[in-house]
Structures are given as C-alpha cells and as structure tokens.
C-alpha cells in the first residue's frame, strides 16, 4: 500500500507474525496475523468506548487492564483519568517491547506484569479491586476459550470495586458475532447490568455489578 512502511517484524510464540506498520492513514500500529492489535484503529474503538464510561464515571482510581498489547488503552485511560493507579497484564513480551518501542507505553506511567492473565486473575482475586477492569484478551483473530467460561468472568466479577465497570472486548464480523452474542449470554448471568456497544466491527460488553 502507499504510504505505509513495515518498520519491524518478529515472530511471537502467543501472537504469531508481529509487525509493527506506519501509514500515512492510521499512524503507528502493531498488527499480528494480519490484524491490527494495537494502535491505528483500534485506538480510534477504544476512545469511543472509553469516553462512554468517563461520562458515567469521572471518579476512578484503580484501573486493571488484561490483554496490554502495545499499551494504546492505557495511553487513553491516563488521559481521560490522569491520576488513577494502571495495572497492565500481558503474556506476551514482545507485544509489550514493541508498545514502549514504538507507540509511547513507555511514557505511561504504569505497573507492567508479563504473565498469563488467567493465573494473574486466580492469585489477584481476593487480594486487591478496581474501579475499572478492560478485558482485550485475543491472540490475533483467536479468543481464548479459558477467558470465555463463566469461572473466568467470575474471576473478573470478583476483582471489580462497588459501582465499578467491567468492559469485555469481542469481535463482531462473521462467524465471530455467534460467539460474541453467547458470551454476552453469560455475561448477564454474572452482572447486574450489561450494555452492548457497537464501535466499529467489534462488540464491547459494559459490565457493572
């Protein structure tokens, strides 16, 4: 494509073909597989939910943020709530190498763990909660199935503060929209509230308990 240059590529054993691509377009985004993970248009999804949920909640403190990636959420969160403590959590050191790199996760002041999300959600849970909790959690085009049982979204429901706000991140093209309409299902089996958003081709499930 013109204007668009590939400024790194490397091979992730969680993500497969990371490459990072600079277009004249979308800026700076990391792709895996072909799909824009972080950056790019994802930034553009993640804004349009995000400031949803500052209109409802101006006062959060605690952000817990499961699938980091390249780190454009939490650039987002610290703008719209500068003075909230971020927890990121990301299997994928690459991924996170490739966010302080080259989309500015390094100026984000951040507490960073490299560990499976799920085993960081089983030893969290009755030792700290948060306000906000963004559940992004795809391996390229590929949901987890572990993040999608109930047991998981107990453990979310478990770590998330009185009158906070749970967002759970689905794909919504193709085949993917059976999937997400299920897991949104078993959302409201676990949540007092959910409201399904619809930015772009994606599907974002706003949980509160």
């Not at 497969?16 to 824009?36: A, C």
């Not at 709530?81 to 690459?94: F, L, M, N, Q, Y």
């Not at 963004?134 to 999608?148: A, H, M, Q, S, T």
């Not at 991140?169 to 619809?198: C, I, P, T």
Request: net charge positive; hydrophobic share 40%.
């Amino acid at each position: 494509m013109i204007g668009t240059k590939v400024l790194e590529e490397r091979k992730s054993k969680f993500n497969g073909e990371l490459k990072v691509v600079r277009s004249l377009g979308f800026g700076t985004y990391i792709q895996s597989n072909g799909l824009t993970q972080s950056g790019g248009i994802v930034e553009t999804i993640w804004k349009q939910t995000l400031k949803k949920i500052r209109r409802k909640r101006q006062n959060i403190k605690d952000i817990l943020i499961l699938g980091l990636g390249g780190g454009t959420v939490a650039k987002l969160v610290k703008k719209y709530w500068p003075e909230a403590k971020i927890t990121g959590v990301d299997i994928d050191p690459i991924m996170v190498e490739f966010g302080k790199k080259y989309l500015g996760l390094d100026k984000v002041d951040i507490e960073i763990k490299i560990v499976d999300v799920y085993d960081f959600m089983s030893n969290i849970s009755k030792q700290k909660s948060f306000d906000l909790v963004i559940v992004d959690l795809y391996n390229g085009d590929k949901f987890p199935e572990k993040f999608g049982t109930e047991n998981y979204i107990q453990l979310v429901r478990t770590v998330l503060k009185s009158g906070g706000i749970a967002i759970f991140n689905r794909l919504y093209y193709g085949d993917k929209r059976r999937e997400a309409v299920k897991f949104g299902g078993k959302l409201q089996k676990s949540f007092s509230h959910v409201d399904w958003y619809y930015p772009e081709a994606n599907l974002m499930f706003l949980c509160s308990l």
